[in-house]
């Protein structure tokens, strides 16, 4: 793309060289700078879509290795709950947080919601799938 970016201001200048009847320097060096400008311009965007992309991709990476991780902690340490009705709701929780961590990464848009300082133990996490999950039952 900045090759084809660049070929199509090179002709448009050599066409305005042609109609405009300035001296041969005047217009290399005026293609050259307006070359460059465009080139660093269309760089630039190049450059910074890729940092985004590693920025979005680390944000993921962190939110579901700490959720994820905790989450499978809680499942292995349920089984050590004597108390069943404690045993169940440990399981769901922890369930209930990898869903909807799993589901933000999907469906989010934005890198807010992907945020570990807000919900370090995940509790937002699964009242947030329960709730989506009480909307869709109701809607369906």
């Known amino acids: 793309m900045v090759g084809i970016a660049v070929a199509a201001v090179g002709v448009a200048l050599n066409a305005v060289q042609w109609y405009g009847g300035n001296s041969w320097y005047a217009t290399a060096t005026t293609a050259a700078v307006v070359e460059a400008v465009v080139v660093t311009a269309l760089v630039t965007i190049v450059i910074e879509g890729r940092r985004k992309r590693a920025i979005r991709r680390t944000l993921e990476l962190a939110f579901l290795n700490h959720h994820i991780r905790n989450a499978i902690m809680q499942l292995s340490m349920a089984q050590y709950v004597a108390d069943p009705q404690k045993h169940e709701r440990f399981v769901r ?26 919900d370090l133990q995940g509790m937002e996490l699964t009242q947030a799938g329960a709730a989506r999950e009480q909307g869709e039952k109701k809607a369906g």
């Open 93 to 118: 929780e922890a369930v209930d947080r990898i869903s909807e961590a799993l589901f933000r990464i999907a469906n989010s848009a934005d890198q807010t919601g992907l945020s570990l300082e807000v």
